[in-house]
């Protein structure tokens, strides 16, 4: 099992940065792919970034401006967003799973979500 509890969330206006982070707990972090996903009102979750031994993936509407890394010591995944817009605005959701992926169901757990309004 593992637990994940997101923070960092909050308001910003348009064009601002923010960090969210993700704090892990249970078997080792290590192991894991991690993964951001985003919700926003009235549509479907979708794929952020996610990060691996093997490197990064982002989605193509937040590539050059989001940067997924991790701190395996700290059992910690960070999502840093800058130039945010206002159609970032949703509840961003980490998941851990045993492959870098893009797909929902690649994932095993889930936080609870953290969120993000960004103000036009």
């Known amino acids: 099992q593992v637990q994940l509890v997101e923070s960092g969330g909050g308001l910003v206006q348009a064009g601002g940065s923010l960090r969210l982070s993700c704090a892990a707990s249970?078997?080792?972090?290590?192991?894991?792919?991690m993964g951001w996903f985003r919700q926003a009102p009235g549509k479907e979750r979708e794929f952020v970034a996610a990060i691996s031994w093997s490197g990064t993936l982002y989605a193509d509407s937040v590539k050059a401006r989001f940067t997924i890394s991790r701190d395996n010591a700290g059992n910690t995944v960070y999502l840093q967003m800058n130039s945010l817009k206002p159609e970032d605005t949703a509840v961003y959701y980490c998941?851990?799973?045993?492959?870098?992926?893009?797909?929902?169901?690649?994932?095993?757990?889930w936080g609870q979500g953290t969120q993000v309004t960004v103000s036009s």
């Open positions: 998941a851990a799973g045993p492959y870098r992926n893009s797909r929902e169901s690649a994932y095993s757990y």
């Open positions: 249970g078997r080792t972090f290590g192991d894991y792919a």
